[in-house]
């Protein structure tokens, strides 16, 4: 019954992509543009629902 992964798989597979999305980012063309574009997508939105996220446990322990 072995259903963890082990830690190093885990790693493995982050240098690797680490590595893949490195090559699409030094492509030609809009490449760079997109992967950027992407990224900035993804840390904006993150940003902006973990925000809210603390902000809705700050009301949630705070007396009214």
Do not use: H, R
């Amino acid at each position: 019954m072995d259903t963890a992964v082990p830690l190093n798989v885990i790693v493995d597979n982050l240098v690797e992509m680490n590595d893949l999305f490195t090559d699409v980012a030094m492509g030609d063309g809009a490449a760079p543009l997109l992967v950027a574009m992407g990224g900035l997508i993804v840390v904006a939105s993150l940003g902006i629902f973990g925000a809210l996220t603390l902000g809705a446990v700050g009301n949630l322990l705070t007396a009214n």
